[in-house]
Nanobody, 120 residues
Framework: VQLQASGGGLVQPGGSLRLSCAAS????????MGWYRQAPGKQRELVAVFTSGGSTNLADSVKGRFTFSADTAKNTVYLQMSSLTPDDTAVYYC???????????????WGQGTQVTVSS
């Protein structure tokens, strides 16, 4: 299984970026898929997650600014980030918990990380 993330970069405060992450490979199902971020000197934190039941959760710090969506047919999730501030600067990691069989527990996978820098 591979998680291929893309879309990071440098943006000015107030700007927008869109991240995408696609899961590829052979697997039975995806339990959850989403984004975490880690700023320098800070712990990795959840930004947004999509569950197989169809629900999505966004961190309070990004609600109203970030929009999270999923294309289940493409095993892809998207994070549209708007009104970005320097506090959003971090490495953003795609995460998925994937099952390799009906009776198998989910296994966690991480993408390679994509840098988002918000600076003037």
């Amino acid at each position: 299984v591979q998680l291929q993330a893309s879309g990071g970069g440098l943006v000015q405060p107030g700007g927008s970026l869109r991240l995408s992450c696609a899961a590829s490979g052979s697997f039975f199902s995806i339990n959850t898929m989403g984004w975490y971020r880690q700023a320098p000197g800070k712990q990795r934190e959840l930004v947004a997650v999509f569950t197989s039941g169809g629900s999505t959760n966004l961190a309070d710090s990004v609600k109203g600014r970030f929009t999270f969506s999923a294309d289940t047919a493409k095993n892809t999730v998207y994070l549209q980030m708007s009104s970005l501030t320097p506090d959003d600067t971090a490495v953003y990691y795609c995460n998925a918990n994937i099952r390799h069989g009906r009776n198998f527990p989910a296994v966690g996978y991480w993408g390679q990380g994509t840098q988002v820098t918000v600076s003037s």
